[in-house]
């Protein structure tokens, strides 16, 4: 297996310091004596002991994110060790000040006893239990990290019996969610650190685990910072000196995210919801001030942020299209009826071609969502579901199912702690097109009406157009088919769909095909939760009403256009009130997708970012610029690392 961290080593330490001997091994004349030399100290007003950056510091530094800077970034070795030293200066600054500005915790377990040593981690008396437990957790996790980077149990990815087909596109800014572990589950790992990270007190039975450990000691002898290791416990080598380091590290780290989050939260009680219902007004009347061009430029650039909210013009909105696409052959054979009929009828090739269209196979597409990892959890039932960012449904029961036989490949590992689920495939189902449409219809729901439409001379599946009532997450379903079943790159998309414009003049040339157009037109005539089946050379378009963009008075203020979306205010009585409970839960609200948290994160981002800077750069040029006597920085120290 790949050992990235033992090439990142040698290529490192190979370009910070002279080597001799042969491989990456790093020897000098005295290399504990030259790493421990102090170069830099930081103590700032109030701060009772005096911090110390040694050489040694500098190295896992650049071992960290300085190698990036001289090969990605174009950096020289003194600009990057430079920019290294004041990081670290900076970073000291940063957290005395914090210990300074906070309200001592110094928290204790049930029994009453303190939770650390607080003398020894001074930043972790300002720490909650959680906070610790938390540092904790993440500073054993490194040393996990470093032996599952070397460990490989000989296994291979075992796959399921069916072609995955096509890449499929994955809905925007999808990303898998990381499992959330418990407090309690944080806490046995903690108990457990010595198993996990010890062979001899584990007791090891797994060859290829101690072979891991064996493999890491060697690379830290070999560069010099294995240090007074004892025998078994990774935490005692250098790298991790003695474990202190890193664990000081991390209570400082959620020290400074606690002050950097007081910091952001006063900024953003600095805006207030009348301040959003500005720009929001801001907004509408420009749309209220667009020339008809504007406008129409307006429909193809919509934002989540600045969606239409005034429309001057009649006939304008949107539809989605599921397209049931037709395959090669069936591509040729419809380009074949003119070649063969040159003088045929609209009417009989639309029934030529409708003979072809009737053999369509329709398929669940998402197979590669499956063996890429995506989320997805596969049910008691045998259904597998993908959850987190891969589903629109809010409520679990309207996402729709995989259709197809999928396998758990690794149930075995369950209780393992770094276990994820690998799922493979074994078959997916495939539709005719009547049996897709009574698919769909069962997985819509609600009640099911239809009309003939016969009037616009189009080809339409089965002559009626459906209305839909009592659907559940209407466009979340309607989104759901869509990236499951449409062969339509151009309809994989979270937004509102595709723009119907008003029946085209004489200077305008139409931007669909007829039928397209013409169904579209017809679905904004009918209204909600409307669909039609139309025929066109690239297969049958399932298209459904998505919006018809019109005056709406109601709209001229933030209040009513928050009213007509549908938000779950949870529980507020107003606007107002629900404005401020998001404040107060901002970073793990729950309903980050809705208008007025997307509205208020546009108008305020900016503003929060700067805060945070101002913030830093105004306590870093206090103690280091303005106040004398509170950083040294000794560079004829290292100045071999700066080439």
């Not at 008396?125 to 032996?147: F, P, R, V």
């Not at 474990?243 to 900024?267: N, P």
Request: with cysteine; charged share 25%.
């Amino acid at each position: 297996m790949k050992k990235k961290l033992l090439a990142a080593l040698c290529a490192v330490m190979a370009f910070v310091v002279t080597l001799t001997g042969t491989g990456c091994n790093l020897v000098t004349t005295d290399t504990d004596r030259d790493m421990n030399q102090v170069v830099a100290t930081v103590q700032i007003t109030g701060y009772d002991r005096k911090d110390e950056i040694k050489k040694s510091d500098m190295i896992m530094a650049f071992l960290n994110y300085g190698y990036l800077y001289v090969q990605s970034y174009g950096y020289t070795r003194e600009q990057t060790f430079n920019l290294i030293i004041n990081n670290l200066v900076n970073t000291r600054i940063l957290v005395q000040n914090a210990v300074t500005q906070s309200e001592a915790v110094n928290a204790k377990d049930a029994d009453g006893n303190p939770l650390e040593d607080y003398s020894e981690y001074l930043a972790a008396g300002y720490l909650t239990e959680e906070q610790i437990l938390d540092a904790k957790y993440s500073a054993l996790s490194d040393i996990n990290t470093l032996l599952d980077s070397y460990t490989d149990d000989g296994s291979t990815d075992k796959k399921g019996d069916s072609a995955i087909g096509e890449v499929r596109t994955a809905p925007e800014n999808a990303a898998n969610a990381e499992d959330e572990v418990t407090d309690e589950e944080k806490k046995e790992y903690i108990a457990e650190s010595n198993e996990k990270t010890n062979p001899v007190l584990s007791n090891m039975k797994e060859d290829y685990r101690r072979a891991a450990f064996n493999d890491v000691v060697k690379l830290l002898t070999n560069n010099s910072l294995l240090g007074d290791y004892k025998n078994g416990d990774l935490k005692t080598t250098d790298y991790y000196k003695d474990y202190k380091d890193t664990l000081r590290s991390y209570y400082e780290s959620e020290l400074l995210t606690a002050y950097s989050d007081d910091v952001l939260a006063a900024a953003r009680a600095r805006y207030t919801f009348a301040d959003i219902a500005a720009r929001y007004e801001e907004i509408y009347n420009k749309q209220v001030g667009w020339s008809n061009a504007e406008f129409v430029a307006a429909l193809e650039n919509t934002t989540a942020t600045e969606p239409i909210l005034y429309c001057g013009l009649d006939g304008y909105g949107y539809v989605y299209n599921l397209l049931l696409g037709v395959n090669d052959y069936q591509t040729t054979a419809i380009e074949d009826i003119r070649t063969d009929k040159p003088n045929i009828s609209d009417a009989d090739y639309a029934t030529e071609r409708a003979k072809i269209l009737k053999n369509t196979v329709i398929s669940d597409l998402r197979s590669s969502w499956i063996t890429a990892g995506y989320d997805g959890e596969l049910g008691a039932d045998g259904a597998f579901k993908f959850t987190g960012d891969y589903t629109f449904a809010k409520d679990s029961a309207n996402s729709l199912a995989f259709q197809g036989t999928v396998r758990h490949l690794n149930p075995e590992q369950e209780e393992e702690d770094d276990y994820v689920a690998e799922y493979g495939i074994d078959g997916v189902k495939t539709f005719g097109l009547d049996e897709f449409i009574d698919f769909m219809n069962g997985y819509l729901g609600g009640t099911i009406t239809a009309s003939e439409y016969t009037d616009l001379g189009v080809s339409v599946y089965g002559g009626n157009i459906y209305g839909l009532s009592g659907v559940e997450e209407y466009d979340a379903k309607i989104k759901e088919l869509i990236f499951a079943f449409s062969t339509d790159s151009g309809s994989l998309s979270s937004g509102k769909g595709y723009i119907i414009k008003p029946p085209v003049d004489g200077s305008n040339t139409e931007e669909y095909v007829d039928t397209f157009a013409a169904a579209g037109r017809k679905l904004l005539e009918t209204g909600d939760s409307s669909y039609v089946i139309v025929a066109s050379d690239y297969g049958y378009h399932i298209m459904f009403y998505s919006e018809l963009l019109t005056v709406h008075e109601e709209y001229a203020t933030l209040e009513g256009y928050l009213d007509s979306l549908g938000i779950d205010m949870m529980g507020a009585s107003d606007w107002e009130t629900y404005y401020n409970n998001m404040l107060a839960d901002y970073e793990d609200f729950e309903d980050k997708d809705n208008y007025l948290y997307l509205l208020t994160d546009s108008v305020i981002s900016a503003a929060l970012t700067n805060a945070e800077t101002n913030a830093q750069n105004e306590i870093v040029n206090k103690y280091r610029y303005d106040t004398e006597g509170c950083v040294q920085i000794f560079s004829e120290l290292y100045a071999d690392l700066l080439g």
